[in-house]
């Protein structure tokens, strides 16, 4: 099993029980969810890769969140929403 | 305060965020089996037989059936055509002597959990008589001839300046929504009724067919839907899969699930487009159009399915676009191959169409020596002419353009992406090399089909407001829609409105959501039931509740222009698209933020179309494409910022709301905006013939084209 032992995070963990983490108030301001099926994995792909590399730039982040699919919005929305929140945890970890 | 025209953040969002969706997978009842289905590896041929033994014997496993079991209950009905005589080809449930396609279903096995099922599956022994396969439609047997036809076509082509021809083809697509399709099916004794969970797009039609098909009640059978990942056309159809849950439910007396894998759904859900289209058309000296004549091919897969053979009727029925066409006659063939059935996929005979017509346009620019804008413009029907008689029909409905002028929207458009200083840099830069091209795509689009749709709103004694309604979601935001059009009347904070759709214990009557048609149709009914409870609300406390309907004889209809810049890489034959535009008249936006996500997502869908996706067969009927891996669709990386230009210069006077739906505009002219885009880049006009443009077909494009410049 690969993830033995190890930690796992899920969307139902990012939330501040029921506050939003930024990411999910940013796709919520941002309009960046139609079907919602997708949304879970583009939320937790974004959270690991805003955390582990704060500064990233857009071609990086276009090629990262190149890793999922969405079938309703054309990514348009999910990568505004993810660098909305991108500035959002950067101002808070300050 | 105005709602309508705001953009407030959706009602839907919160719980799909906080990863509380409760999708078709997520739905459990106690003491559930799992169902799942043996499909035909082979494409076409003769059932010798099915051995189910081994299977039976497998541990968990409650029952295996075949089509014996299932053979008194008919076939799933043809919804939303009129042609007729499509009967001998409905698929039944189970396969009766034949297999027709590669997924064709054959026998289903119930066990009590889903490893069990599969692994039991997978030891029913199908023994089949192959049979040569079917996989053009250009030679395969007929199951309709669709045609219309208006105009002196004959006059037209003896007065012609010119005849340009020109065949196309477009892939085979589907919609392809993240959620699979999945059902829970539950039977409760002590009340009679049959419940089945996991429905979309059409609950109370397909609430209908259940009850008929299984010989109950209509009101003994309820049609609830939870979230549901997406539709596109393909999901919420009734499938064969449907009622063998319900079946399955009644006859075991246990609840039963069923959830497909992807490589399932690649195999049995609706496949869409794939049509040939043979055009033929008399043009005077300044590219105008004086007659069409089309030839139509459909591959229609196996069987015919829910939609019977609206594609192919909407294909032709819409074929001559926003365009004068005097004289005009298309016959559609609707032929039977060895390939997984087709529905309607977003704008379905729309994307085809359009492309065919404006691959047309290109044609008739470049053989006449003309600007294909210009020829555009000679052709559109003038505003002055609308109300506009399209003299076709399609739906059970007379196609008349209730309202636009599409000159003005073209017009803006290019003032938008400034079009001269646009053409003098792509000038500047195919000079010093590049190989970048800008193409244009006209379009008309259809919405608000009726007949009919009701709502029901009550203010209740603690200030929130319940607005019932036969709608269905698909996440398109149908409750932050209605919420905002009722709050338009109350003047209420949508935050206090709960949306109630897809349920058909309910509400006695709705008409679902398909054909762009629930902010019209459902959106209308909702403004009825606000403004008669307001009237009410006048005399009563609340609680009160009062009803709404809104009835519709016409569709009315959107239009857009599409436009793509693109950089084609020689080397890799690989295609950048560097820049997207949708241009889009709905009439009234009441969300301006949810229309420009249905403009965009569309438009990135119509990229997909037009670059990557497609079903692929090899001459025995074999799909190859059956994974994401050969099925390509976009992601992030390939899709341009869609530039969107909304605009409200055309309200629907067929409406209170004035409004016509937005759900099929952005996805209609990709196809034909790219190649397009492509030709111009390539500096080739009518190179591209065919969807999708895969490195494969463009390398063969530009092969031919240093071998033609050679002695």
Same mark, same amino acid.
């Given at each position: 099993v690969q993830a033995q032992g190890k930690d796992v995070r899920t969307v139902e963990g990012l939330a501040d029980g029921e506050k939003l983490h930024p990411l999910q108030q940013a796709f919520w301001e941002n309009h960046g969810l139609q079907c919602g099926f997708c949304t879970p994995g583009f939320l937790m792909l974004a959270v690991g890769v805003l955390e582990a590399e704060p500064d990233i730039g857009d071609e990086e982040l276009k090629h990262v969140l190149s890793s999922n699919l969405c079938r309703c919005t054309g990514y348009q929305n999910i990568v505004k929403a993810v660098r909305a929140a991108a500035a959002e945890m950067k101002k808070r970890a300050k | 305060v105005k709602y309508i025209g705001a953009s407030p953040k959706r009602l839907e969002d919160r719980t799909l965020l906080l990863g509380r969706g409760q999708f078709a997978a997520d739905l459990k009842a106690p003491g559930q089996l799992h169902m799942r289905v043996c499909r035909s590896s082979v494409s076409h041929g003769k059932i010798l037989g099915i051995d189910t033994g081994e299977a039976r014997r497998h541990p968990g496993v409650v029952a295996v059936w075949t089509y014996e079991d299932v053979k008194h209950v008919p076939p799933i009905g043809i919804r939303l055509t009129k042609v007729g005589g499509l009967e001998p080809y409905q698929q039944t449930n189970l396969a009766k002597d034949y297999v027709r396609y590669v997924g064709d279903p054959v026998a289903v096995v119930f066990a009590e959990d889903p490893y069990a099922a599969e692994d039991a599956a997978e030891l029913v022994r199908l023994e089949v008589d192959e049979l040569p396969a079917k996989v053009s439609p250009l030679d395969a047997p007929e199951a309709a001839l669709i045609e219309k036809s208006y105009g002196d076509l004959a006059a037209a082509f003896a007065g012609a300046h010119a005849v340009v021809e020109l065949e196309v083809a477009i892939g085979r697509? /589907?919609?392809?929504?993240?959620?699979?399709r999945g059902a829970l099916a539950d039977f409760d004794p002590a009340s009679g009724i049959l419940t089945m969970r996991g429905a979309a797009k059409v609950p109370h039609y397909n609430r209908d067919q259940v009850a008929r098909m299984l010989d109950l009640p209509g009101d003994m059978v309820h049609l609830i839907q939870g979230h549901v990942g997406g539709g596109f056309g393909v999901r919420g159809e009734l499938y064969p899969e449907d009622v063998l849950v319900c079946q399955a439910a009644l006859r075991l007396k246990r609840p039963v699930k069923w959830v497909e894998d992807r490589f399932e759904h690649l195999l049995a859900a609706n496949h869409s487009r794939d049509q040939v289209h043979r055009l033929r058309a008399a043009v005077d000296a300044r590219g105008f159009v004086l007659g069409l004549e089309a030839e139509i091919y459909t591959d229609q897969g196996g069987y015919i399915r829910t939609h019977g053979v609206t594609v192919s009727d909407l294909a032709c029925a819409m074929l001559p676009g926003p365009y004068v066409i005097p004289a005009y006659r298309a016959r559609a063939h609707v032929r039977l191959t060895n390939k997984t059935p087709c529905g309607t996929y977003r704008a379905p005979g729309r994307y085809e169409s359009t492309f065919a017509r404006e691959r047309l346009m290109d044609a008739i620019a470049a053989r006449l020596k003309l600007d294909p804008i210009e020829v555009r413009r000679v052709n559109l029907i003038p505003p002055e002419r609308m109300p506009f008689d399209r003299g076709t029909d399609t739906l059970g409905t007379h196609v008349v353009f209730d309202s636009g002028n599409y000159a003005l929207l073209l017009q803006k458009l290019l003032k938008k992406i400034d079009y001269e200083s646009l053409k003098d840099e792509l000038q500047r830069r195919r000079k010093?090399? +590049?190989? $970048?091209?800008?193409?244009?795509?006209?379009?008309?689009?259809?919405s608000g089909l009726g007949p009919a749709d009701k709502a029901v709103i009550t203010l209740h004694a603690d200030g929130t407001v319940e607005i019932v309604t036969g709608a269905a979601?698909?996440?398109?935001? #149908?409750? =932050? $829609?209605? &919420?905002q059009i009722c709050a338009e009347e109350l003047d209420l904070p949508i935050e206090r409105m709960r949306v109630v759709h897809g349920r058909t214990d309910r509400i006695d009557h709705g008409s679902g959501a398909f054909a762009s048609r629930v /902010?019209?149709? =459902?959106?209308? &009914?909702?403004?009825? &039931?606000?403004?008669?409870?307001?009237?009410?609300?006048? =005399?009563?406390k609340p609680p009160v509740s009062a009803e709404g309907?809104?009835?519709? =004889?016409?569709?009315?209809?959107?239009?857009? $222009?599409?436009?793509? $810049?693109?950089?084609?890489?020689e080397a890799t034959s690989g295609i950048v698209v560097e820049r997207f535009m949708v241009a889009c008249d709905i009439g009234r936006a009441v969300n301006p933020m949810l229309v420009e996500g249905q403009l965009s997502g569309g438009a990135v869908q119509g990229i997909g179309g037009a670059l990557l996706e497609e079903f692929l067969y090899d001459e025995a009927g074999q799909p190859l494409a059956t994974t994401f891996a050969d099925y390509l669709m976009p992601t992030c990386a390939e899709v341009p910022r869609i530039e969107v230009l909304l605009t409200e210069d055309a309200p629907s006077p067929l409406n209170p709301l004035g409004v016509k739906?937005?759900? +099929?505009?952005? #996805?209609?002219?990709?196809?034909?905006?790219i190649a397009a885009a492509v030709d111009a880049a390539l500096g080739r006009p009518g190179a591209v013939a065919r969807l999708p443009i895969t490195p494969r077909r463009l390398h063969r494009i530009t092969l031919s084209q240093t071998t033609e410049g050679k002695p």
């Open positions: - | 697509h /589907t919609g392809v929504p993240m959620e699979t010093s090399g +590049e190989k $970048v091209g800008f193409g244009l795509a006209m379009f008309v689009e259809k979601s698909l996440g398109q935001g #149908i409750e =932050t $829609v209605m &919420a /902010t019209v149709m =459902t959106g209308c &009914a909702v403004q009825a &039931a606000a403004q008669a409870l307001k009237e009410k609300l006048k =005399t009563e309907w809104f009835r519709a =004889t016409h569709m009315n209809y959107p239009y857009g $222009v599409h436009a793509a $810049v693109v950089r084609v890489d739906g937005a759900g +099929e505009g952005g #996805i209609n002219a990709a196809g034909a905006a």
